[in-house]
């Protein structure tokens, strides 16, 4: 009985810590190991989340050079939210 228990152990381990390395070459866009950028076509600003296993594990707002020319200003071209 124990040695049905302790096959599956080292199987989850390694499928938990190899599945994120080897995921992305298989599906670049899966949010098992990703990162996302995304850009506010308001305010200029960047966006980046970096996710882990579906997880959002960080993330953080940058001023990108469009951004610092608006000086801090925002531009409504069309009535949405940033």
């Known amino acids: 009985m124990k040695k049905r228990i302790l096959i599956p152990v080292?199987?989850?381990?390694?499928?938990?810590?190899?599945?994120?390395l080897a995921v992305p070459f298989?599906?670049?866009g899966s949010k098992i190991n990703c990162?996302?950028?995304?850009i506010n076509?308001?305010?200029?600003?960047a966006r980046y989340c970096r996710y882990l296993w579906f997880?959002?594990?960080?993330?953080a707002v940058e001023d990108t050079v469009l951004s610092k020319a608006l000086g801090g200003e925002s531009v409504d071209a069309a009535d949405i939210e940033p």
């Open 10 to 20: 080292p199987v989850l381990a390694v499928i938990l810590v190899l599945g994120p």
């Open 26 to 28: 298989c599906r670049p």
């Open 35 to 38: 990162r996302r950028e995304e």
């Open 41 to 45: 076509i308001k305010t200029g600003q």
């Open 55 to 59: 997880v959002k594990v960080s993330e």
